[in-house]
């Protein structure tokens, strides 16, 4: 596709279930980034892939949260015995290169925790 | 650590000018960019300054100084389209990683 593509655009999950949610960014981009943002606030860096280099982890708030990046391409987010502090929109991020400093987000999904 | 400081909130008139502030506590970085992202969308990049000086682009400009740690997006002819939130970020270059300030929310009123 044109653009980064993020998938489901909306999930409700009761809380202490595990959700997935999944990334497609743009083709040949070697950076992707996770990002949570709930309403009115800013974006919160949660983790950061480039190329084949080990992934920045610092921003997982905590061991319920975990992603991983297959063949340098689409990456899972993974949320076990999610919580409802863990409701918020998790936005996706691509950028062709370490040294590129643009970043194109996907519409991102809408997590919510009942 | 690292941070990026910018005002909450802004409010301004249609076809006034606005600045908004961006502070920041970090080091070896690649540049300032900025980001706009209206209510329930996406960011969208802006602009982004790897020297200090000002960038323009359109009705949009964007000014970076190192030696102060401290930069600007000014929006000119304020139309009621640009009420969004704006964020400045800065990409680390140890690692990579791209930090967003917390947004300033612009409302522009008629």
């Known amino acids: 596709g044109a653009g980064v593509s993020q998938s489901p655009s909306n999930k409700v999950t009761e809380k202490g279930k595990d959700v997935e949610l999944r990334c497609d960014p743009i083709s040949g981009h070697t950076a992707l980034y996770w990002y949570r943002q709930s309403l009115g606030q800013g974006l919160e860096f949660l983790i950061y892939f480039q190329g084949n280099s080990a992934p920045d982890k610092s921003g997982l708030p905590s061991d319920r949260f975990s992603a991983e990046r297959t063949g340098g391409s689409v990456s899972t987010l993974t949320i076990q015995r999610t919580q409802q502090e863990d409701s918020a929109v998790y936005l996706c991020?691509?950028?062709?290169?370490?040294?590129?400093?643009?970043?194109?987000f996907g519409q991102g999904t809408r997590l919510t925790v009942v | 650590g690292q941070s990026l400081e910018q005002p909450s909130e802004v409010t301004a008139v249609e076809g006034a000018i606005v600045q908004i502030n961006c502070t920041y506590q970090?080091?070896?970085?690649?540049?300032l960019s900025w980001y706009q992202q209206h209510d329930g969308g996406a960011p969208t990049f802006l602009s982004y300054?790897?020297?200090?000086g000002l960038e323009e682009t359109g009705r949009f400009s964007s000014f970076l100084s190192r030696s102060d740690s401290y930069g600007y997006l000014l929006l000119q002819e304020l139309q009621m389209k640009d009420s969004a939130s704006y964020f400045c970020a800065v990409k680390r270059v140890q690692g990579g990683k791209l930090i967003f300030g917390q947004g300033t929310e612009l409302s522009v009123k008629p």
């Open positions: 300054n790897a020297l200090d």
């Open positions: 970090t080091s070896g970085f690649y540049g």
């Open positions: 991020a691509s950028s062709p290169g370490q040294m590129n400093t643009e970043a194109f």
